[in-house]
């Protein structure tokens, strides 16, 4: 029917009026069904857009209607875990939502607040919630209930075991200041002859003070060293905590505030702990690291500048994530094998699922350039552990015995 009215049409057009071509109304019928086609398409796109949307709600029925209410979380959308940064929108009769579209078949972990770590959702008992989680791949809406805000009951008190100095805001060219935390080593003060070897590692906040812990538990770094060191399992060493800033993801990736971050460490860090305490300075005694992005920048480092440092530890490393990749840097390096060892590790459960892929794929390139397992790197999967420091604290001791033996 539709073709025999286009025909028709068509004909009409050529008797009534000769200044049309027939070829030229063909190619704008055509175009004219493209046109609808894509129109369909999109609509298309959309519906399924939409129908990909997540919705977070929150039941919380003792703040009024006006209380600016936030969720912190894993991902970019919910504030990368700035308490302060992504609002949900109030709908009426206590409840708060926060409506998103994640990546397909996210495990997203995220908590409430009302704009501080300070002022978070509590249980009954009155200490902090576990993570919230929602897998998209399984529900596309959930709804949480939080009675009581603020500080735990419970809190954390800060306790160091050791001893530990401080090198209050540091500047560095092109990125913001920052503290540095330095443990030393049980044996410093008394074996006065004796030089150590220096892990530098990232987000110092988190790694030796629970007190200044962005969510109240550390690494316990200095507990950590201090107990391998006592039984003989790794040799003394001193460990430099390098505090985390507002531009973490920027200083810890590729890019020129990576470079910057980079550069100041080699020049203006590792200089100042050289020249401030009894180091060996040499890069076979010179180490990197941390976790998730704080995991990318410690593979940088010692890839890039591996007459620096001789071994990172790469924990739940970033290495794929969002719109950059560090493995093609790896596989496109002309040099075979570098001497250098590496510290892999990775959970199950949240983001890990997400940075797995990346891990496995630097996996893959360290193999293709004949690196070899448990000597030239070492990997762990630790099953049922979230992308968190309590897991962190749980594989340092690993690390350390890898990468110091």
Request: net charge positive.
């Given at each position: 029917?539709y073709q025999?009215?286009?025909?028709h049409?068509?004909?009409i057009?050529?008797?009534?009026f000769?200044?049309?071509?027939?070829?030229?109304l063909?190619?704008?019928?055509k175009s004219?069904k493209?046109?609808?086609?894509?129109?369909?398409f999109a609509?298309i796109?959309?519906?399924?857009t939409?129908?990909?949307?997540v919705?977070?709600?929150?039941f919380?029925p003792?703040?009024?209607?006006?209380?600016?209410?936030?969720?912190?979380?894993?991902i970019e959308?919910?504030?990368?875990?700035q308490?302060?940064?992504?609002l949900m929108?109030?709908?009426?009769?206590?409840?708060?939502?926060?409506?998103f579209v994640p990546?397909?078949?996210?495990?997203i972990e995220?908590?409430?607040?009302?704009g501080?770590w300070?002022k978070?959702?509590?249980?009954?008992?009155?200490n902090?919630?576990?993570?919230?989680?929602i897998?998209?791949?399984k529900?596309?809406?959930?709804?949480?209930?939080?009675?009581?805000?603020?500080e735990?009951?419970n809190?954390?008190?800060g306790?160091?075991?050791?001893?530990?100095?401080?090198h209050?805001?540091?500047?560095?060219?092109?990125?913001?200041?920052?503290d540095?935390?330095?443990?030393?080593?049980?044996?410093?003060?008394?074996?006065t002859?004796?030089k150590y070897?220096?892990?530098y590692?990232?987000?110092?906040?988190?790694?030796i003070?629970?007190?200044?812990?962005s969510?109240?538990?550390?690494?316990q770094?200095?507990e950590?060293?201090?107990?391998?060191?006592k039984?003989g399992?790794?040799?003394?060493?001193?460990?430099v905590g390098?505090s985390?800033?507002?531009?973490?993801?920027l200083?810890y990736?590729?890019?020129?505030k990576?470079?910057?971050y980079?550069?100041?460490i080699?020049?203006?860090?590792?200089?100042?702990i050289?020249?401030t305490?009894?180091t060996?300075?040499?890069?076979?005694?010179?180490f990197?690291?941390?976790?998730?992005?704080?995991?990318?920048i410690?593979?940088m480092?010692?890839?890039e500048?591996?007459?620096?440092?001789?071994?990172?530890?790469?924990m739940?490393p970033?290495f794929?994530?969002k719109?950059?990749?560090?493995?093609?840097?790896?596989?496109?390096?002309?040099?075979?094998k570098?001497?250098?060892?590496i510290?892999?590790?990775?959970?199950?459960?949240?983001?890990?699922?997400?940075?797995?892929?990346?891990?496995?794929?630097?996996i893959n390139a360290?193999?293709?350039?004949?690196?070899i397992?448990t000597?030239?790197?070492?990997?762990i999967k630790?099953?049922?552990?979230?992308h968190?420091?309590?897991?962190?604290?749980r594989r340092?001791?690993?690390?350390?015995?890898?990468?110091?033996?």
């Amino acid at each position: 029917m539709y073709q025999y009215n286009l025909k028709h049409l068509i004909q009409i057009l050529k008797t009534k009026f000769c200044i049309f071509d027939f070829n030229i109304l063909s190619f704008l019928m055509k175009s004219l069904k493209f046109i609808i086609a894509f129109i369909i398409f999109a609509l298309i796109l959309s519906c399924n857009t939409k129908s990909n949307s997540v919705k977070i709600s929150l039941f919380a029925p003792n703040l009024s209607d006006t209380t600016p209410v936030f969720i912190s979380g894993d991902i970019e959308t919910l504030g990368s875990w700035q308490p302060d940064k992504t609002l949900m929108t109030f709908v009426g009769n206590h409840i708060w939502i926060k409506e998103f579209v994640p990546q397909a078949n996210a495990s997203i972990e995220y908590k409430f607040t009302l704009g501080s770590w300070q002022k978070e959702g509590l249980d009954n008992n009155g200490n902090p919630f576990p993570n919230f989680s929602i897998n998209t791949a399984k529900t596309s809406s959930k709804t949480d209930t939080i009675y009581k805000w603020g500080e735990a009951i419970n809190k954390v008190v800060g306790q160091i075991t050791g001893n530990v100095k401080y090198h209050k805001q540091m500047h560095g060219d092109g990125i913001l200041d920052r503290d540095i935390i330095v443990w030393l080593p049980p044996d410093y003060e008394k074996n006065t002859s004796e030089k150590y070897g220096v892990l530098y590692m990232h987000d110092g906040q988190n790694i030796i003070d629970p007190k200044t812990s962005s969510f109240g538990i550390d690494w316990q770094v200095d507990e950590s060293c201090d107990s391998l060191i006592k039984v003989g399992k790794i040799p003394p060493v001193i460990v430099v905590g390098m505090s985390s800033s507002a531009d973490r993801g920027l200083d810890y990736s590729p890019g020129v505030k990576g470079t910057a971050y980079m550069n100041f460490i080699i020049h203006k860090v590792k200089p100042l702990i050289d020249a401030t305490y009894r180091t060996k300075s040499d890069r076979k005694n010179t180490f990197v690291g941390g976790s998730s992005m704080g995991g990318l920048i410690s593979m940088m480092l010692v890839w890039e500048h591996s007459e620096i440092f001789s071994g990172a530890i790469c924990m739940s490393p970033a290495f794929q994530y969002k719109n950059f990749d560090y493995v093609p840097k790896i596989l496109s390096d002309k040099e075979q094998k570098k001497d250098i060892k590496i510290y892999l590790d990775m959970g199950t459960v949240g983001l890990e699922t997400q940075l797995e892929p990346g891990v496995n794929a630097m996996i893959n390139a360290l193999n293709a350039k004949n690196y070899i397992n448990t000597k030239d790197y070492f990997y762990i999967k630790e099953q049922n552990a979230r992308h968190f420091e309590a897991a962190w604290a749980r594989r340092f001791p690993k690390a350390m015995i890898f990468l110091l033996n």
